[in-house]
């Protein structure tokens, strides 16, 4: 069994050609759930809605979020309320969040819940929110500390980050058996998202790290070429004094990650990587088509093979 950490729209292109090369059964994609918010009274939970849909074949292609061929008339009817409509929630959108914000309200956990929507939308792959505690990511800025979507979604990345971090993580525990599913694991594929508002959060979430350290745990870098392919992961990562690079990227995942996918366009980066005594690879980590992600998937496997 092959185990996943995810952030959003990267993590869920790359899972789309993953589960075409490996069974889905025997994959589990851990989502990072610190970017969750409440809107309009609903639970949102923009990683673990954007990994669902891509993997049931009904994201909205050209954002990566959101649902395919969606309509608007809820939210305009809430413009007309008074509402700002700055998070662009769509009507069928709107039925998955209700659905969990239902479910919830009943006492049923996340991790819970997940599952079922996952099912119900023929998803394979065992996704898991990686708890079913309350996490924030607040976003320290010039302007004040904000809310990661405020700052990232209806601010449009414009404030200037001083810091972050993460309300509610020092008493996040993992979902029941996801750590004992962790350690039981072939390997780890550090997914192409954020390092710092996607990956950091699962990793501080309690015993994950210590597990990921005894296991074989590859990465692929979501910085090609100085910038990321999507989001503001080089903001954030200048406010924590890390090199916007692939390079960056290895040295922030040094003590436990084997091996680094890198872009052909970083080849450069190759040995200064491989110092890091982490072995890096180098190929096409652009994904635009199903044949790119393909490729990537079946790369990743063979290279994390290759650790084992
Ligand atoms: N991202 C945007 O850039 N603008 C939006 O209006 C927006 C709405 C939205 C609604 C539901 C959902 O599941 C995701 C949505 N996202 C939107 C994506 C989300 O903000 C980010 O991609 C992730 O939180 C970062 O991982």
């Given amino acids: ?165 993460f309300e509610g993580i020092e008493n996040a525990v993992p979902p029941e058996g996801l750590l004992e599913l962790l350690k039981s694991a072939n390997g780890v594929i550090i997914c192409p998202s954020n390092p710092i508002v996607s990956i950091q959060p699962i990793l501080k979430v309690s015993g994950i790290l210590p597990i990921l350290k005894e296991l074989p745990v590859i990465g692929i870098s979501p910085i090609v070429g100085g910038s990321p392919i999507k989001g503001p992961a080089d903001k954030l990562m200048r406010a924590f004094k890390i090199e916007v690079s692939a390079y960056g990227v290895a040295r922030y995942y040094a003590t436990f990650l084997n091996t680094l996918i890198i872009d052909t366009v970083d080849a450069n980066l190759q040995s200064q990587i491989e110092e890091l005594e982490i072995h890096a690879v180098v190929t096409n980590t652009l994904m635009r088509t199903l044949e790119d992600k393909i490729a990537l998937a079946k790369i990743t496997l063979r290279e994390l093979d290759k650790i084992l």
């Fill in 1 to 165: 069994m092959i185990v996943a950490l995810a952030g959003g729209v990267g993590a869920a292109r790359f899972l789309e050609g993953l589960i075409h090369v490996i069974d889905p059964k025997d994959l589990t994609v851990i989502v990072n759930t610190a970017d969750d918010l409440y809107l309009y009274g609903l639970y949102i939970s923009p990683d673990l809605d954007t990994i669902m849909y891509n993997l049931a074949g009904i994201a909205n292609k050209s954002t990566g979020w959101g649902i395919q061929d969606d309509t608007f008339h809820c939210l305009e009817m809430l413009e007309r309320y008074g509402n700002e409509p700055w998070f662009k929630l769509g009507d069928k959108d709107f039925a998955t969040h209700i659905l969990r914000t239902h479910l919830l309200r009943r006492g049923i956990p996340l991790s819970e819940v997940t599952r079922l929507l996952c099912s119900l939308l023929g998803v394979e792959v065992n996704v898991v929110p990686m708890t079913n505690n309350k996490v924030s990511t607040r976003v320290v800025t010039e302007q004040g500390i904000l809310d990661f979507q405020d700052y990232f979604v209806r601010q449009q990345e414009t404030a200037v980050v001083r810091d972050v971090y």
